[in-house]
């Protein structure tokens, strides 16, 4: 059981990294419309976001067209960045909540329909530091950065650690709750079956006893 337990705490921990991993994406949006991503920030966890509207028309400028707006809000509807008619932006915040967050383009309203294609990148816990501009090309200077790379992680690992133990500390009391609720509907689904048992046995002996058979 303590093997199986160690098991299941290791891929959870691999599960939680993967899940925090930088995401870059590229996607189509059409004119007029909405489309929404979504990403899972445990609290006090460093994000970063970049976003760019593929140019159609390479060395020139952008058609109006080509513009989109961008709201990034907490699953408690928290606004974290908000931009409009943009071509492009970047945004960085510290989460305060634990929860879902949710990034949200928009892309200008546009006749005839055109379809904008979507560069963005979304970045958290160790991964949104951008250690490549801290590095330097002395050995030493090299030799620290990587301490400070191997620091972070551990205490990315340590946080994803506790942050885990707080959700299966939730699903067990959730399941607590959920067995407790359904013993006292079993309990009570036996007193109705022997309730109707009762009624259904003192209707047939009266029954009986009008007939005079018993």
Request: aromatic fraction near 10%; glycine fraction near 6%; hydrophobic fraction near 40%.
């Amino acid at each position: 059981m303590i093997l199986r337990s160690g098991k299941l705490w290791t891929v959870l921990v691999i599960v939680g990294m993967l899940s925090r991993v930088s995401h870059s994406l590229h996607f189509d949006l059409q004119s007029g419309r909405t489309k929404c991503i979504t990403e899972d920030i445990k609290s006090n966890s460093m994000t970063v976001g970049k976003y760019t509207v593929v140019n159609p028309n390479e060395g020139h400028p952008s058609p109006p067209s080509h513009k989109v707006s961008i709201r990034v809000t907490s699953s408690y509807g928290n606004t974290y960045h908000h931009a409009e008619k943009v071509e492009s932006g970047q945004f960085a915040f510290t989460a305060v909540e634990a929860g879902d967050y949710t990034a949200c383009f928009s892309a200008v309203d546009h006749k005839p329909e055109v379809t904008l294609s979507i560069d963005f990148e979304w970045r958290t816990g160790v991964h949104a530091k951008n250690w490549g501009t801290v590095a330097k090309k002395s050995q030493v200077e090299v030799m620290e950065f990587e301490v400070k790379k191997l620091l972070e992680t551990v205490n990315s690992i340590h946080e994803e650690m506790f942050y885990l133990r707080e959700r299966e500390e939730e699903m067990q009391d959730l399941n607590r709750a959920t067995n407790t609720k359904m013993a006292w509907l079993g309990f009570l689904s036996l007193f109705v079956c022997l309730g109707v048992a009762g009624m259904q046995f003192w209707h047939l002996k009266t029954f009986f006893e009008k007939k005079k058979v018993i």
